[in-house]
């Protein structure tokens, strides 16, 4: 299949994965992308996507690490320095070396040095992999934190012994006084480069931006290409650690980024934006080429006539399982001794040790080193049991993955789970923290030409959060029962504004156009009311109508006809209003719940007050522009109710009722303008 092509699948399937991670959250969307992998390369046989390790490590691990490194807490990376370093260096070389050991036992065919590079590059971990499931579940920040920390430097020192390991098998010569110059060589002179050239492109940038060049997309783009310029210098001039380069040149970055982030705000705000693209391309294609890889190292294994199947398998699960048990005992030993030294208050337990051992997923850069495995050895023989090698990696990235879907949310306490639950939001809170987030977007969008209409609209929204805030005080408020009764006064109050619709136009005090007009609202702002998702399509087509209906109105008539017709509408939509305002407070003074009433006349008497405005062109542009701001901070509201309901703190019934929210403020807003 042409490169193109495989480029264009490949998205497609990124895509895919996150709409089945949004409706299956507790699956990891890096399993959904393997699965996804699997699926197309059976589909299509001639789907293949073969990258040198130098290459995969240039355009996936470096950047990746590199926004690690900038987003990592400083103070956490220091204070957790020792548990982080233990299992970055001394871990990988323990499961290197035990590891082999194991595999070479269990595994005769396989020799010893081959078994040690197996062994290697299973060590390093995937953060990535696991974050899915630790937002559902909460897993312990401290063991995320080492997780995550680890994972900086764990890539170098893996790959490295990887490297030594398989040069032994292909020369037949390993000499570990070498091995050690040379390790340490790497790591030194990899954090002075990372340091140094972070340091001289920060400078580049200054410099720029003093000269007077303070384009934010040419910046955004040269921050962007700081990861592959710092791993190239390292890699390809000194020889030296280009993972380890770009982690500290993040680290350096993020430094900076603290002491100027006041000053270079819209930059950061695009760089992060276009970052959070890039994050999501490079993870996803990452799983991908994982699944993609898989059917071919399972059918290479299986033509194998001298192993049984199920003892592949079986071979799998027994060396990942090793692989979480050395983890587990170097975790519950080294969680031991931080308490007994006085540096860790918390008592050592073996289900904080068994929750550090499931945490320790593998991932791309296993997969980046299997693959770049040589065919031949020096002496022009094969590779020892080259195929069953990927194989085995690739089945133990599968197995450590399962395990922590399966085993991580079993292991979180009733009782944490208990405490999580009393730290959730509340309905009314997760929707005053949208509302909060919508006028945080506002700020973040206002320039000259938009600047009068963006405080008119922080006004408005002002107005909701106050409402949201009366919301608080009924009982009820994040009980789903209560939303319904909500829902029944809301859709009561619309029949009361379409009988004195019908009511106008029986007295033919409405003409036909504004008669239509309103039935139509009246349709959309049902199905807003009762609905969870927009209809797409019919949503766009009433949006393409409404446009249409009000340019014909504005060029069928002149300026003044114009303005008299809008305003002989906002007095009919006016009229509607407050006669479904007369029946929320008739029913309040004798409700059992009034605060129900109270709360959907607010809603009414916050439209009124937009009525009131004076009708000019000019008003009309102001109108035209909120509403393009409308649209931008209504997906911002959708994306904050998503990231929400990722991190536990909504469930799924409130995320319904928030989404179902914002709808109904939407067609609210989208009906108060003229038909």
């Not at 390991?165 to 990899?190: N, P, Q, W």
């Not at 003093?210 to 700081?226: K, P």
Request: hydrophobic residues 45%; contains cysteine; neutral net charge.
């Amino acid at each position: 299949m042409d490169l193109l092509m495989i480029i264009f699948v490949l998205m497609g399937c990124l895509l895919i994965s996150n709409i089945i991670s949004h409706y299956i959250p507790s699956i990891p969307t890096a399993l959904i992308q393997v699965a996804l992998g699997v699926i197309v390369a059976l589909l299509f046989s001639n789907v293949t996507l073969e990258l040198k390790t130098e290459w995969f490590l240039l355009l996936f691990v470096a950047p990746l690490l590199y926004n690690d490194g900038r987003n990592f807490p400083r103070d956490q990376l220091w204070n957790m320095r020792m548990p982080i370093l233990g299992n970055a260096i001394v871990l990988v070389l323990i499961t290197t070396l035990a590891g082999g050991y194991f595999i070479h036992w269990l595994i005769p065919a396989i020799p010893l040095a081959a078994a040690f590079a197996l062994a290697a590059i299973l060590s390093p971990t995937d953060p990535v992999a696991v974050n899915g499931i630790a937002k559902r579940i909460q897993i312990p920040e401290k063991i995320l934190n080492v997780v995550r920390g680890e994972s900086l430097i764990n890539d170098a020192s893996g790959l490295v012994a990887f490297n030594y390991a398989v040069a032994a098998v292909v020369t037949g010569y390993f000499s570990i006084k070498e091995a050690l110059i040379d390790f340490s060589y790497t790591f030194l002179v990899g954090a002075l480069i990372g340091l140094v050239v972070g340091i001289i492109l920060t400078q580049i940038r200054f410099s720029l931006r003093r000269a007077g060049i303070r384009d934010v997309v040419f910046h955004t783009l040269l921050q962007l290409l700081t990861p592959f310029l710092v791993y190239l210098a390292a890699e390809d001039l000194f020889h030296a650690s280009g993972v380890i380069a770009v982690v500290v040149a993040g680290i350096t970055q993020a430094l900076v980024k603290d002491k100027t982030e006041t000053v270079l705000a819209e930059e950061q705000l695009l760089t992060e934006n276009t970052w959070s693209i890039v994050l999501f391309i490079l993870n996803g294609i990452v799983f991908l080429l994982l699944g993609l890889n898989i059917p071919s190292t399972v059918e290479a294994s299986i033509e194998n006539e001298s192993i049984n199947n199920w003892k592949l398998i079986g071979y799998a699960v027994a060396i990942g399982t090793a692989i979480l048990v050395i983890r587990f005992i170097w975790s519950h030993i080294g969680a031991i001794y931080e308490y007994k030294k006085g540096r860790d208050e918390e008592k050592p337990t073996l289900k904080t040790s068994l929750l550090s051992s499931l945490t320790g997923v593998r991932g791309a850069v296993t997969m980046a080193g299997i693959l770049s495995l040589p065919f031949f050895t020096k002496n022009g023989e094969l590779f020892p049991e080259r195929s069953l090698l990927l194989f085995l990696a690739s089945a133990v990235i599968l197995f450590t993955l399962l395990v922590a879907t399966v085993f991580l949310p079993l292991l979180i306490d009733t009782e944490e789970t208990k405490e999580e639950k009393a730290d959730s939001l509340s309905f009314n809170e997760a929707k005053q923290k949208i509302l909060m987030a919508s006028i945080k977007q506002i700020h973040r969008e206002i320039n000259d030409k938009n600047r009068t209409a963006a405080y008119q609209l922080i006004g408005e929204y002002q107005q909701l959060f106050r409402q949201a805030q009366l919301d608080g005080n009924a009982a009820k408020t994040g009980n789903p029962g209560y939303q319904s009764e909500i829902m029944k006064i809301r859709l009561k109050a619309l029949s009361i504004e379409e009988q004195y619709i019908q009511e106008l136009h029986k007295g033919n005090h409405l003409d036909e156009d504004m008669y239509i007009g309103f039935q139509t609202a009246f349709i959309e702002r049902k199905r807003a009311i009762h609905q969870n998702m927009r209809k797409g399509v019919l949503y766009i087509l009433y949006r393409v109508v409404h446009e249409w209906r009000i340019t014909r109105k504005k060029y069928r008539l002149d300026k003044e006809q114009f303005i008299s017709y809008i305003k002989m509408r906002q007095d009919v939509r006016r009229n509607t209003y407050q006669q479904a305002l007369i029946y929320l407070k008739e029913q309040a003074a004798i409700s059992h719940k009034p605060d129900l009433y109270y709360i959907v006349s607010f809603e009414y008497e916050r439209a009124l007050n937009q009525l009131k405005k004076p009708v000019t062109m000019d008003t009309n542009k102001q109108e035209e522009i909120k509403d393009e701001l409308r649209s931008v901070i209504t997906e911002t509201e959708r994306a904050e109710v998503h990231h929400m309901y990722e991190m536990g703190e909504i469930n799924r019934e409130q995320e319904r009722e928030l989404r179902r929210f914002i709808n109904y403020i939407e067609s609210v807003n989208l009906y108060e303008q003229v038909e």
